[in-house]
């Protein structure tokens, strides 16, 4: 096995030239490893945003990916894949690789064999809205909540107290939108926050949030990807150049290059259960009929 894979997703890439080097079967087919792909993978430790799908293509030979995930090899040998993989990302003593699920493995895709791999890029566009549309809307909650705070929770990545990260339990990304959970519990109003105030002012809380993802909407305001290295265990950012400032969130999704590329992004605050905060974000893209 080589070293880790190259990732060109990162650039905005979909479709790359690339050879096999391992083919692993799974539970259902195999996950076919590339030495560079544009794929973006599942994480397996933070699974918020699903893998990229499209196809492998060797001479006239096409196999359809199902999903794209991480996968390791340790220094022993062992191979693991997604949800089975027993480390966290990047640790010492594995080489990460990009995975790709397919159902079949025609003899073309054999390992040393050139390829091409194309991403479905209608699906991996709805993705990154849908992931870009999830920070803007984490940072409008974090500003439409920042007077409950009666103790210094640390800041976002616009200065503001940071109940995204305080109180955040999960995030799922889908096309043109996210669903994020937030625990209201005891931690939390230990933390300082007031959440029967935050309760009883649900409807403004709102109101206010959506607000001001019209006006970053309307900004048009440019987005981009940073990262430290072209492999997928390389660090990477999300940087929007916001009117309040510049947002930059450690991040390893795909996302938008402008919020021109939105119509519109509002959210649903759910707080049917008092304990957990239930955020709903929905983007519409520019040019959708109205």
Same mark, same amino acid.
């Given at each position: ?25 799974? +539970? ?24 990229? $799908? ?34 966290? $990302?990047?640790?010492? =003593?594995?080489?990460?690789?990009? !995975? ?11 390992? =040393? #064999?050139?390829? +091409? ?6 699906? $991996?566009? =709805?993705?990154?809205? =849908?992931?870009?549309? &999830?920070?803007l809307a984490s940072l409008a909650l974090d500003l439409a909540v920042a007077d ?43 933390? !300082? ?29 440019? &987005? ?15 940087? &929007? ?11 390893? !999704? ?11 992004? $509002? ?15 929905? #983007? ?7």
């Amino acid at each position: 096995m080589t070293g880790a894979t190259i990732v060109t997703f990162p650039s905005g890439a979909v479709v790359e030239s690339a050879h096999v080097v391992g083919v692993h079967p799974a +539970e259902e087919g195999a996950v076919v490893v590339l030495d560079r792909t544009p794929f973006h993978p599942v994480d397996h430790t933070w699974p918020d945003q699903p893998g990229d $799908r499209g196809a492998l293509r060797a001479d006239d030979v096409e196999v359809a990916v199902t999903e794209a995930v991480m996968a390791a090899v340790s220094d022993e040998g062992e191979v693991a894949i997604g949800a089975a993989i027993p480390v966290k $990302r990047g640790a010492e =003593g594995w080489t990460w690789l990009v !995975g790709h699920r397919v159902e079949t493995v025609p003899a073309a895709l054999a390992a =040393g #064999a050139a390829i +091409e791999a194309t991403v479905d890029a209608a699906y $991996r566009a =709805g993705l990154s809205r =849908g992931h870009t549309a &999830c920070h803007l809307a984490s940072l409008a909650l974090d500003l439409a909540v920042a007077d409950l705070w009666r103790k210094d929770p640390g800041s976002d990545a616009l200065g503001s107290p940071d109940f995204e990260g305080r109180a955040n339990q999960t995030s799922f990304i889908h096309p043109d939108g996210s669903v994020d959970e937030y625990r209201l519990g005891k931690s939390l109003r230990k933390a !300082g926050f007031d959440t029967e105030e935050f309760a009883g002012s649900l409807a403004e809380r709102e109101q206010r949030i959506n607000a001001q993802l019209d006006a970053w909407v309307a900004s048009a305001a440019v &987005c981009r990807i940073e990262f430290d290295g072209d492999t997928i265990v390389d660090r990477r950012r999300w940087v &929007c150049e916001l009117p309040e400032g510049t947002a930059s969130i450690l991040c390893g !999704g795909t996302h938008v290059a402008s919020l021109a590329e939105f119509a519109s992004i $509002r959210v649903s605050l759910d707080l049917s259960d008092p304990q957990l905060l239930v955020m709903t974000t929905t #983007a519409v893209p520019a040019g959708s009929p109205s």
